[in-house]
């Protein structure tokens, strides 16, 4: 209110109708060239393909899918730098993964789902294919699936008399150091799926796959039991994260 020469009388009250024009902030240059950026590797891997990437640009690639807001080159960068390579950073377990500055439980997730897509594809490829002529592949195929696990895993892959898969089963998992293996369950399920031959498998988490004295006995031991049966096994691998080790290749079996 305003008083004046007759009295108090009202003050005028402001137009709260009328526009008010607010600045808006204008785009950033750094999320024009951050979108500049995305579109021009997609163009290389569309127009050149994968090869034309190097490991971190693949990895980048991927993580834009998951992490839409964000510079994702750092986050592949480290993620490499922490776990090695493209195969050691999809098979990291989500809680290593989660270690990494930008890397929630949601994008680990999404990680790991591409893994077992991967792994689940390419099991797929290989069943009904005679094993042996494909050795290389299997054996990616088993680190992949085997050398990031931190306890180990005692994996039997099933053959029928052409020596094509039948089934790929994990039968025992032990400790970061130890599995145990019992012959008679062994066997039973390699009768119950009607398999002529065996691939034995089980990793080391230590990295090292060098067979222990245990390892060297409990394979003498599947061996002698299994041809008693007329089944054959074909090797032993124990997969490390630097390599692997093969009973066959070392004259073991």
Not at 43 to 64: K, V, W
Not at 102 to 110: F, P, Q, R
Not at 176 to 183: G, K, L, Q, S, W
């Amino acid at each position: 209110m305003a008083q004046g020469d007759d009295g108090l009388k009202e003050a005028p009250q402001p137009d709260w109708t009328a526009a008010v024009e607010v600045p808006l902030p204008k785009p950033r240059a750094a999320a024009k060239d951050h979108d500049g950026h995305r579109d021009r590797l997609r163009e290389r891997f569309t127009s050149a393909g994968p090869d034309a990437l190097a490991d971190y640009e693949l990895l980048e690639l991927l993580l834009f899918r998951f992490i839409p807001r964000r510079d994702t080159k750092p986050i592949a960068k480290a993620l490499l730098k922490r776990f090695g390579t493209l195969s050691d950073v999809l098979n990291a377990p989500a809680d290593l993964l989660t270690e990494i500055d930008g890397i929630g439980a949601a994008t680990a997730l999404d990680l790991r789902i591409v893994t077992a897509v991967n792994q689940r594809a390419f099991r797929a490829s290989i069943r009904g294919r005679e094993m042996l002529s494909s050795w290389s592949a299997v054996l990616d195929y088993c680190h992949a699936v085997m050398a990031h696990e931190t306890r180990e895993q005692f994996r039997i892959l099933f053959l029928d008399r052409k020596n094509a898969l039948i089934a790929d089963e994990v039968q025992q998992v032990g400790t970061v150091n130890h599995t145990p293996v019992y012959p008679r369950e062994v066997m039973g399920r390699a009768l119950a799926l009607s398999a002529s031959a065996l691939v034995l498998v089980h990793n080391h988490p230590s990295g090292d796959p060098s067979p222990s004295r245990a390892d060297i006995d409990m394979t003498k031991t599947l061996v002698d039991v299994a041809e008693a049966l007329g089944i054959k096994i074909h090797d032993h691998v124990i997969i490390g994260r630097n390599g692997h080790f093969s009973f066959r290749a070392e004259s073991l079996i």
